[in-house]
């Protein structure tokens, strides 16, 4: 599945406030649900054309002289030469809230403002169906099923509002032995924490095998049209 990967985190509980970190996290994707929402995103172009051989074969070719790219009437399309290689190692169509925040990134590039739609059928095609959020600042993904909904003018719910998705995922994952309990929220480092409340009446080794099993559980490529990414945080039973 594109972009999905399972990460195991331990939490631990917290007082009566809020997880900083799951705060952070919501406040994050709040900006986010925001941006595709708007009706402009904007998006860098080379102030001159580009230097280099297409990544990955997924560049358009250029008219003009070996090794260069030239700018087309498609600001998105432009965008796509500039696509940010991620952490995962996948690439992903950088997207700006503010010039401020692209200036931030690069001061050799201008920005331009496209619709969001279009930005994100650029991103399906030439990229690993991702989008970057300020990247150099906020480097927040846009995770892969948001960016094919919107691509196709769908809309898009995430996966830690998704009701029917955290059904199944929760029926899945209660039913791995030794899981008592399941809870979500917005991921820090993926789109989805699935909190796991897993008994530890049978020692460590029955809490390696219950998380063992959740994350054959999750990284089955059927979750890929609906989660991005996920992170599994064992609580202490």
């Given at each position: 599945m594109s972009g999905h990967e399972d990460v195991t985190r331990p939490v631990r509980p917290g007082g009566a406030g809020p997880d900083p970190q799951v705060a952070a996290a919501l406040a994050a994707r709040a900006k986010m649900e925001r941006l595709l929402a708007a009706s402009r995103v904007i998006v860098p172009v080379a102030a001159h054309a580009l230097t280099g051989a297409p990544r990955d074969g997924r560049r358009p070719a250029s008219a003009g002289a070996p090794g260069h790219e030239g700018h087309?009437?498609?600001a998105a399309q432009d965008a796509a030469t500039l696509a940010v290689d991620l952490p995962d190692g996948h690439i992903a169509l950088p997207v700006f809230t503010s010039a401020a925040a692209m200036r931030a990134w690069r001061d050799d590039v201008r920005p331009v403002p496209v619709e969001p739609?279009?930005?994100a059928q650029v991103a399906a095609l030439e990229t690993d169906q991702l989008w970057v959020l300020d990247p150099g600042t906020r480097d927040l993904r846009l995770p892969r099923p948001a960016v094919v909904a919107l691509?196709?003018?769908e809309a898009w719910i995430p996966s830690w509002r998704?009701?029917?998705v955290q059904a199944e995922?929760?029926?899945q994952l209660g039913a791995v032995e030794g899981v008592t309990g399941v809870a979500f929220a917005p991921g820090e480092g993926a789109?989805?924490?699935v909190l796991l409340r897993v008994?530890?009446?049978g020692g460590m080794a029955g809490v390696a095998a219950a998380l063992e099993a959740c994350q054959m559980v999750m990284v089955n490529p059927a979750w890929g049209?609906?989660?991005d990414t996920v992170e599994l945080c064992p609580l202490p039973a």
């Open positions: 087309t009437k498609d739609a279009r930005a691509a196709g003018g998704n009701e029917p995922v929760a029926a789109e989805l924490r008994d530890s009446s049209e609906l989660i």
